[in-house]
């Protein structure tokens, strides 16, 4: 407006400031015993960390001339608009020891002990004690494997202990007000919660039990390295809902445990190694199974976003149960479409049928964890010429397919859609197809097993073609080394689920030219 001079005009202003400040001091101490490769070590010390994040809004409005454009010469604020600024404090405190011993350079020893506070946690539980040891059996200096030519290094390794993690909200477990100007009262300017503190949150732990067999054979050629591990996390952290009365919508608590085990490998070897060419290649897997061991009773049946759905009103919540999975698909269970009526069955809890969907049927119907997933890596080079092609795949994966809920099923027949919205859709009696008809498609949001599919997918994410210029060509321009190349990202995928991409952030396909001069 104008010709209102309070509203002419807007000036935005934003500003963001950090420091932290770390400090460590450590002792070491370490002796070799005799000459046949048997030394310890012992070392201790204390380490502390400060951290500071302030930032600072505001929005002017309402200024008479183009020359006042500083903000002191606004004349307000708009009504959602008013200055604002948060002031953030960490500090974390912690004192370690830590030992190794190896003996006759064939078996080895390692242990710490560490105890660590930080403000991040309740008043009553900020320090936590975590411990962790370690043994190794150098194979290859044995005897009987000394003499084997093609065996450069074999390392057996067993690790067990505890781990901690700090990287929470600075307050999570402290009560936040938020002065609000709106509020404005004799006695001074009212406060709103903002979040609700834990005196009693505390660390969250996780209990790692590692086994593992590392070897490099034929020259330094060929590397394997495979880990079995099962990790058990307890007092995690997760927000919890909370009534409208409390003044705030979530606080944080431990809420119980989850298990974790799996294994891990990778590969990887020079194919081809001569004067001209040269073949490397990576094959990295794993694979990671889960259990929710227990959790509060407050916690049981509540829902949340899934990872990596936040926002997504169509993707199905995760239900927390015992004896479940963090990556459990919940859905009600399908019989498909009816081919008489185009309606679609929906089988109950107690395994009868029904046209009504009712969300308490839920039951987990699939698991988004792959059977195995990894990379595959390649690097082809001749001379000056090299070809980096890099891999991933995933196996066994269960998907909910939110392209065929909301852009096949779901949709306005008066616009652009997807083909199966007309070709795979129930139209007359007797149809045999996958899809609702689309007169008994309603606004109701449901989540139907019958949008879950198996994903076998093989994703080529980037490729890399460079040049390396001789050296005695560079030398008369002033040069030491210079490649020239060019690569890309998001190259393509070959995939057992069609689903739509590249309609929100960060999907990005790009190119890049390179030039790399060395002076």
Known sequence: NLTDPSKRGEYKFSKRNGESYDGKIVLNYGRQIGSNGSMFRISGGSNIKYARNTSATAIGMGFLKDELNDISFAMGYPTSGHPSGTDRIATDVGFFVNGNFSLFNRYFVDASFRTSGSSRFGADNSFAPFWAAGIGWNLHNESFLKDVPWVERLTLRYSTGYTGSVSFDYYQAKTVYEYDSNYQYYTGIGAIPLSMGNPNLSWQKKFNNNVGISGTFFKDRLNVQFDWYTNTTYDLLMPINLPPSVGVSSMNVNFGQINNSGFDFSLSGHIISTKDWFWSMTLTGGHVMDRINNISTVLKGTEADAVGSEGDAIMPKLLFTEGGSQFDIYAVRSAGIDPATGQEIFIKKDGTYTYKYDED??????????????????????????????????????????????????????????ARAYTERWKNPGDLVRFLAINTVNNQMVNSERFVERRNEIYVSNVQFTYDFQTKWLNKIGLKRLCLGLGMSDIGYISTVKFERGTSYPYCRSINLIFRPTF
């Open 361 to 418: 049927d839920r039951v987990a119907v699939g698991n988004s964890n792959p059977v195995l997933n990894g990379s595959w890596i390649n690097t082809l080079r001749y001379k000056g010429f090299t070809l980096s092609l890099t891999t991933s795949y995933t196996f066994g994966a269960d998907f909910y397919n939110t392209t065929l809920q909301s852009k096949v099923e779901n949709i306005d027949p008066y616009k652009n859609v997807d």
